[in-house]
């Protein structure tokens, strides 16, 4: 029972409720008198409560804006807004349940078959099938209320199912000495026992210390009302537990999953006041619920038996137990028994009103109506082996029981109690014990036999009737399974997935030995012969959101040395993969400028930046890039491509030659850790080779003094000569800058004077302050990755990833001169060899547009009004007078001066090709 | 061999890689580098080569794969897996694994 302490009112479709303390939704409901709670997926019948154990489609309600909560299982809280679901314009007067009335219309594979039919109406019954064949609606106010949430556990040993046989098996592996995990999905550990107290009685109090030396067991941790949906590969078990996912490695697995009471088919089964009795005995001993009337309860087992003497207990009038065995399963006490006799039918449409029972055999003339308001059917359970099935584990039909369980268990495997098709008490303890034992000593999986039951098997009822619906979530009746499996879809698998059977939300709980039973016999096989469906994750229903989950380390946020200055000097930050760069200091325009005409400093450190030592590191790299690195004399630095098998541009950055067996690479942000590991995998290729490859992004920072004035500023804190005789362009040296050791590159990123400076990270800040302290006079800025774009989008510098995809080599990014195919062998020769010998198809260009409006990336290039290319980059460029830009676009209109089409804002606007930088194109500025 | 993308894969897969230098780890720390194949000659014919390029061999076998730990050592190494199970039988280190070629040929289970 729940902690509450006083009734609580909900509403249901606005009307008022009173819950009494530790009820659930639906046990409230039905109290109320509100036994219509839910309406069909396809004909909309009413539907009431079912199986009242969490396992079926009928009590499906929306609940505070969640859709398809089971309501049987969902305790009642106070204020809640239960909304009935499939209903419309409401549940009593559900207009759609016209559909049942047209029945003979809509065979299996109706709306599939019907509505695909005429193509241009399919939009038109697309709106309506949404409407009436959904499962309920997404609040879209509502969803991002919710948080999820995930965790990994770890377990020796994890038992699933907290019932007799699952305590026992957790209590065992527990003594051998392991961590254990009990996975249950109920409120209070007990599993059936807690609904059928009358076969307890006399075990009240070992049932009690069972329960009470797990809850005490310091080893065994007790997840409650979590679900385990899923077994996945070396035992990960996938547990949800409200809005949180668990991820439980276990050691071994104990599955103690019990069964599911399987439903008869007959016609009218579906109509509310049916029931399964482990259902009615849940709302009687959890939700105090009453049943008035009369009841006629079908049984072959003492179940029956136990739920018709509760029934009587709280003022039900028994009618009649129907008891399939010739002689009654139980002591029937001063119980009306109809032995050897079974339910044919019911009648009523709102509510059951009468049933017929008579003898097994249906062609029999003795059969009789008996008025009544319930029908409650107790014949034996399905093993809820679904989880063992995934785990690999093989199910075999068990003749004698007439239930599949396992007889050979995936490695790290066992099951206890009812899901192997044990259900004496003493049996499965003893059942339990043992797996707890074995799953101690990690012995789980193998083979076991199976012995034949030596009770008699259960007495099968032949088929009934026409509607009788075996799926209750997918309204698929007997009759469908036999026009389906007569219309060629015999094998169990695709008679599934034709008919649908199996796939709704109870995902075979309810249906599935029904439908396999159906599909045997419309074969004339053999239940085993028939074979059952693939079992699949999840298990249980699961909410989208408990999937995605939260993953707070998917978050992660990476921050450059510098990050805490940056936040001083007041910069406007920007994503960039995991890193927070600054986008500006919030003047992007003044950024570009001041590079333009004095100097300003970018922090770079997001670069990846690898050192490779060795004798063969030359050879290597002329193997990895398509470009020239043996004869790059010691101090220079040197732009490269790094290209694919395929001759597709994986990234670039620059290349530099620190000694003769040392040298140090940079890589764009994005593709730091992708270019290391691909380095590190030809690496791995060539054992042989001399190459020690070090990763030193994060314990590197970078910052690039760039502007015609920078050479002045490092001056000032550099003792070495900085002239561009002792440091040219593309001079890679090692000096001192601000008393720290730095690799200096003389690059032009952005197309002025510049230097790109790499020293230890804990440093950086000094450097960075002393630079700017130097450069005060200058009246250096710094300046954000916007202007950086702005400045190098002036020169037709491309950015790797941003300029370029997946389908772009350097012939076509416009960097024909990179590829030096004399060379005998390196990555992506073949592909380029044959690249280059072919007709060029989209070439990557510079733009020029007049005016100072920027196209979005990535606007469409059109030629003839037909899409042929797109915009990469482009931003309005102070020294060009015009909005400048990349684009990619066709081979005959790549040519200098000529002219392309760009849409813009729903125009067409006239853009020119300039195929050379739109500043400093001799490269002047740079040099200097 | 981009690394984006790469950090959600923790859930795809369940398996356990025991990686050469740190032991058993859930797939999700690992990039899967495809099956060890021998790059041909850079004198090979084209066809060879648009097929090493191009076809991924995808086979129903027992083969050698290349697997990356990418949340921890950094290291490529070899993993044996039964494609058809997906049961990962052993894990090397580069250069103890000769041939490219898949063991078995391709069968039902
Ligand atoms: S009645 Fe609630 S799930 Fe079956
Ligand atoms: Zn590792």
């Given at each position: 029972m729940s902690s509450q302490e006083g009734p609580c009112t909900f509403t249901f479709d606005g009307r008022s409720i009173t819950a009494a303390p530790g009820q659930t939704i639906a046990g409230a409901l039905h109290q109320a008198g509100v036994h219509v709670v839910s309406r069909s997926f396809k004909y909309h019948r009413a539907r009431g409560l079912f199986c009242a154990t969490g396992r079926c489609p009928n009590c499906l309600c929306t609940v505070d804006g969640d859709p398809n909560v089971r309501t049987c299982v969902t305790p009642a809280r106070p204020d809640m807004a239960v909304r009935s679901q499939n209903a419309w314009p409401g549940l009593k007067w559900d207009v759609l349940s016209i559909f049942d009335r047209l029945h003979r219309f809509m065979p299996v594979g109706f709306y599939y078959r019907v509505m695909h039919k005429p193509r241009f109406l399919w939009p038109v019954f697309e709106a309506i099938v949404r409407r009436i064949a959904g499962l309920g609606r997404v609040d879209r106010q509502s969803g991002g209320r919710r948080r999820y949430d995930r965790q990994t556990l770890h377990s020796d040993v994890v038992v699933i199912g907290g019932g007799w046989a699952g305590m026992h098996a957790a209590i065992e592996a527990s003594r051998g000495g392991c961590d254990v995990t009990l996975v249950d999905d109920r409120e209070e550990l007990g599993g059936h026992a807690l609904f059928d107290p009358v076969s307890w009685v006399e075990r009240e109090p070992e049932f009690l210390s069972t329960v009470q030396a797990v809850v005490d067991d310091p080893r065994i941790r007790v997840l409650k009302r979590a679900t385990a949906f899923g077994c996945y590969e070396d035992r990960l078990v996938a547990v949800q537990a409200g809005d949180r996912m668990i991820r439980l490695r276990a050691g071994q697995v104990v599955v103690a999953t019990g069964g599911w009471e399987k439903p008869l088919v007959f016609p009218g089964n579906d109509r509310p006041g049916v029931m399964l009795a482990s259902g009615v005995q849940q709302m009687l001993w959890r939700d105090g619920c009453e049943f008035p009337g009369d009841v006629v309860v079908v049984t072959d087992n003492p179940s029956g038996y136990h739920a018709a003497h509760a029934l009587r207990a709280r003022g039900t009038r028994v009618v009649a137990v129907v008891d399939h065995n010739e002689t009654p399963a139980a002591d029937p006490g001063d119980l009306p028994v109809r032995t050897g006799q079974t339910i044919h039918s019911v009648s009523g449409r709102r509510h059951v009103t009468s049933a017929v029972v008579g003898p097994?055999?249906?062609?029999?003339?003795?059969?009789?109506?008996?008025?009544?308001?319930?029908?409650?059917?107790?014949?034996?359970?399905?093993?809820?082996?679904?989880?063992?099935?995934?785990?690999?584990?093989?199910?075999?039909?068990?003749?004698?029981?007439?239930?599949?369980?396992?007889?050979?268990?995936?490695?790290?495997?066992?099951?206890?109690?009812?899901?192997?098709?044990?259900?004496?008490?003493?049996?499965?303890?003893?059942?339990?014990?043992?797996?707890?034992?074995?799953?101690?000593?990690?012995?789980?999986?193998?083979?076991?036999?199976?012995?034949?039951?030596?009770?008699?098997?259960?007495?099968?009822?032949?088929?009934?009737?026409?509607?009788?619906?075996?799926?209750?979530?997918?309204?698929?009746?007997?009759?469908?399974?036999?026009?389906?499996?007569?219309?060629?879809?015999?094998?169990?698998?695709?008679?599934?997935?034709?008919?649908?059977?199996?796939?709704?939300?109870?995902?075979?709980?309810?249906?599935?030995?029904?439908?396999?039973?159906?599909?045997?016999?419309?074969?004339?096989?053999?239940?085993?012969?028939?074979?059952?469906?693939?079992?699949?994750?999840?298990?249980?229903?699961?909410?989208?959101?408990?999937?995605?989950?939260?993953?707070?380390?998917?978050?992660?946020?990476?921050?450059?040395?510098?990050?805490?200055?940056?936040?001083?000097?007041?910069?406007?930050?920007?994503?960039?993969?995991?890193?927070?760069?600054?986008?500006?200091?919030?003047?992007?325009?003044?950024?570009?400028?001041?590079?333009?005409?004095?100097?300003?400093?970018?922090?770079?450190?997001?670069?990846?930046?690898?050192?490779?030592?060795?004798?063969?590191?030359?050879?290597?790299?002329?193997?990895?890039?398509?470009?020239?690195?043996?004869?790059?004399?010691?101090?220079?630095?040197?732009?490269?491509?790094?290209?694919?098998?395929?001759?597709?541009?994986?990234?670039?950055?620059?290349?530099?030659?620190?000694?003769?067996?040392?040298?140090?690479?940079?890589?764009?942000?994005?593709?730091?850790?992708?270019?290391?590991?691909?380095?590190?995998?030809?690496?791995?290729?060539?054992?042989?080779?001399?190459?020690?490859?070090?990763?030193?992004?994060?314990?590197?920072?970078?910052?690039?003094?760039?502007?015609?004035?920078?050479?002045?500023?490092?001056?000032?804190?550099?003792?070495?000569?900085?002239?561009?005789?002792?440091?040219?362009?593309?001079?890679?040296?090692?000096?001192?800058?601000?008393?720290?050791?730095?690799?200096?590159?003389?690059?032009?990123?952005v197309g002025e004077l510049g230097y790109e400076i790499h020293v230890p990270s804990h440093l950086a800040e000094h450097v960075w302050r002393e630079l700017m302290a130097a450069g005060a006079e200058s009246g250096i800025r710094p300046f954000g990755i916007e202007a950086q774009r702005r400045l190098r989008l002036d020169k037709q510098h491309l950015l790797a990833g941003q300029d370029t995809d997946a389908l772009s080599n350097p012939f076509d990014a416009g960097l024909p001169w990179i590829v030096k195919l004399d060379k005998p062998d390196f990555v992506g020769r073949s592909a380029l060899q044959r690249a280059q010998g072919r007709e060029r198809g989209q070439q990557l260009v510079g733009f020029r547009l007049e005016g100072d409006r920027v196209p979005p990336e990535p606007s469409l290039v059109l030629v003839d009004g037909r899409l042929e290319g797109r915009v990469t980059s482009a931003r309005y460029s102070p020294v060009a007078g015009a909005t400048v830009g990349l684009a990619w676009v066709p081979a005959e209109s790549a040519g200098n001066g000529q002219q392309i089409t760009i849409q813009l804002d729903g125009q067409l606007v006239n853009a020119v090709v300039q195929r050379e930088p739109f500043y400093d194109p001799e490269g002047t500025r740079l040099k200097s | 061999m981009d690394d984006r993308g790469q950090q959600g894969r923790e859930d795809g897969v369940s398996v356990m890689i025991p990686c050469p230098h740190c032991e058993r780890r859930p797939a999700g720390e690992f990039h899967f580098g495809g099956p060890l194949r021998d790059r041909p000659g850079p004198e090979a014919p084209t066809g060879e080569w648009i097929a090493y390029t191009y076809d991924q061999p995808n086979l129903r076998s027992v083969q050698w794969e290349w697997w990356f730990h990418r949340a921890a050592c950094r290291q490529w190494f070899l993993v044996r897996r039964d494609t058809r199970t997906n049961q990962v039988l052993e894990s090397a280190m580069p250069g103890e694994v000769a041939t490219g070629m898949p063991e078995g040929e391709a069968g039902d289970e």
């Open positions: 097994l055999d249906a062609a029999a003339a003795s059969s009789e109506s008996i008025r009544c308001r319930w029908v409650v059917q107790a014949v034996g359970f399905t093993t809820a082996s679904g989880l063992l099935a995934q785990a690999g584990c093989r199910l075999v039909h068990d003749e004698s029981r007439d239930l599949f369980r396992v007889d050979r268990f995936a490695d790290g495997f066992r099951a206890a109690g009812a899901v192997n098709g044990t259900f004496d008490i003493d049996a499965c303890a003893r059942e339990g014990r043992l797996a707890g034992e074995v799953a101690a000593a990690g012995e789980g999986g193998g083979s076991i036999d199976i012995t034949p039951s030596e009770t008699s098997p259960p007495v099968r009822r032949p088929p009934q009737g026409k509607k009788a619906f075996v799926c209750l979530c997918e309204d698929v009746t007997e009759k469908d399974l036999f026009d389906a499996v007569a219309e060629g879809f015999s094998n169990i698998e695709t008679l599934k997935r034709y008919s649908t059977v199996c796939m709704g939300p109870c995902q075979g709980k309810m249906c599935q030995s029904g439908s396999i039973d159906a599909c045997a016999r419309a074969n004339g096989k053999t239940v085993a012969e028939t074979g059952r469906t693939t079992a699949r994750p999840p298990d249980q229903p699961v909410p989208l959101g408990v999937l995605a989950g939260r993953a707070p380390h998917r978050h992660l946020v990476r921050r450059t040395a510098l990050h805490d200055w940056h936040t001083e000097a007041g910069a406007v930050f920007l994503d960039s993969g995991a890193w927070k760069r600054p986008e500006s200091y919030g003047d992007p325009s003044a950024e570009y400028q001041v590079v333009r005409e004095g100097v300003g400093l970018i922090d770079v450190s997001t670069l990846g930046k690898l050192e490779l030592r060795g004798r063969d590191v030359a050879e290597f790299l002329e193997f990895v890039y398509p470009n020239r690195f043996a004869k790059l004399k010691v101090g220079r630095v040197r732009y490269g491509v790094v290209c694919d098998e395929a001759g597709i541009i994986l990234d670039d950055g620059t290349i530099a030659r620190l000694e003769e067996d040392r040298w140090f690479l940079t890589t764009t942000t994005g593709n730091a850790d992708g270019v290391d590991s691909w380095f590190r995998w030809w690496l791995a290729t060539r054992p042989d080779w001399d190459v020690r490859l070090t990763n030193v992004s994060g314990a590197t920072a970078a910052m690039n003094l760039a502007g015609p004035m920078s050479r002045q500023v490092l001056s000032a804190v550099c003792d070495g000569d900085l002239s561009t005789e002792a440091v040219p362009y593309l001079a890679a040296s090692q000096l001192t800058v601000a008393g720290v050791p730095a690799i200096v590159l003389r690059i032009g990123f | -």
